[in-house]
Every structure is written in C-alpha cells, then in structure tokens.
Antibody, heavy 126, light 108 residues
C-alpha cells in the first residue's frame, strides 16, 4: 500500500518560513507527480502546486507564485514544500498527495490525487 | 478564474439516495474527481474520470456527467457516509487544479 508520511506540526511567527516534508514509500517515487494541497480551519481544499520527482519540474498555483518552493530528494524519496513570508491566513493543514496518472485519466498527469499524506498543521501566530 | 460550484449541504435518511452536484464550465472538457473527507482525516478519492470507482470503494458510490454538471450519487446511504464531499477538476488548459467548495452530507 502506497504511503506518504509527512513531518510534524509547526508553529511559526508571521514573516517566517516553514518547510514541510513528505516521505513516499511502496511505489516508484520518480514515476508519479506529487502535489501539495492545503486546508484552512473549517474551510475547503486549496491546491498549491506540484512537482515531478523524476526531473524536479514544478508548477505552482498563481496565488502562491513567489512564496512557495517545492523540491525533492530522490535518495530518500522525499518531497518538500517551503512557504515563505507566512501570514496568519496561512494557518492550515498542509497535505501532500500523489497524482495517479495513466489509468486515472488520459495523460501522465491527471491533476488529481489517489493517495494523501496524513497532513501537517502549520500555525502562524505572533 | 475557473470555479466549481457545489451545494453547501445535503441531508438524507439512512437507506435513501444522496445526490451531490458540481457545476463548472470546463467539466465537458475535463474529468471530474470526487473526494470524501471525514472529520479530522485526509480526503479519500471515491470517484475518478467522472464515473469510475477506485478499488476498495463501495459500489453504492457512483458518478455521472452531463454537460457542465457532474453528480456524485450515494445509493443506500449509511451513517458512515456522513462526511464532506469535494469535486475537483483541472482548468480547461490543464495547468492548475480547482476544487468545489465542498458539500456536507448529513445522515439524519
């Protein structure tokens, strides 16, 4: 069974940065895109962007351009999401999620999610 | 910007059929996906490619598509189906992801 295990909860002050990790296992890490999705308390889901663990290609949602950086370490099958210039409205649970590709759509990237990490709560407070 | 519109809430009694709709202009050109999210948990994919069901998802979950609207149907609703449901699709140029606002399903 595919596993995505994320790092623990973080508390940050406004203006700081946070880096969340997502360690993948039990599948071919470089063969599937990974996405980041966040959910503010009591709110809906919001897509932040994605990374190709194979080549490192990234695509970010326009809202987060300039503030988010997604990277990967193929030696440990881990992707990272760093968000800078944190504000109180960045308080949310951050999820990594795998793109199924292939049979779940008509291309290598579905822009959808078949497995999710457990989520990481990031709290931004002074 | 591209939007997907869902009703905020749907309520049904156990054993009845729940239908949750999702409307968006790009849906005729893009596949829709549905996720179930129970309180305090990560979302779970329940429908992909408009109407396909992943392995392990009960047969009572089904999806359909007509024009700019997709529908998630849960037949014979059970208490355990009480959750938030989100539709999701890519935008028309397949460069970003959009989620509907979510529908809270209440089992009376």
């Amino acid at each position: 069974q595919v596993q995505l295990v994320q790092s623990g909860a973080e508390v940050k002050k406004p203006g700081a940065s946070v880096k969340v990790s997502c360690k993948a296992s039990r599948y071919a890490f470089t063969s599937y895109y990974l996405h980041w999705v966040r959910q503010a308390p009591g709110q809906g889901l919001e897509w932040m962007g994605m990374i190709n663990p194979g080549g490192g290609y990234t695509r970010y949602a326009q809202k987060f351009q300039g503030r988010v950086t997604m990277t990967r370490d193929t030696s440990t099958s881990t992707v990272y999401m760093e968000l800078s210039s944190l504000r109180s409205d960045d308080t949310a649970v951050y999820y990594c999620a795998r793109d199924p590709g292939g049979a779940y759509c008509s291309s290598t990237t579905c822009y959808a999610f078949d497995y999710w990490g457990q989520g990481t709560l990031v709290t931004v407070s002074s | 910007s591209y939007e997907l519109t869902q009703p905020p809430s749907v309520s049904v009694s156990p054993g009845q059929t729940a239908r949750i709709t999702c409307s968006g202009d790009a849906l005729p050109k893009q596949y829709a996906y549905w996720y179930q999210q129970k309180a305090g948990q990560a979302p779970v994919l329940v429908i992909y490619k408009d109407s396909e069901r992943p392995s392990g998802i009960p047969e009572r979950f089904s999806g359909s598509s007509s024009g700019t609207t997709v529908t998630l149907t849960i037949s014979g609703v059970q208490a355990e189906d009480e959750a938030d449901y989100y539709c999701q699709s890519a935008d028309s140029s397949s460069t970003s992801v959009e989620f509907g606002g979510g529908t809270k399903l209440t089992v009376l």
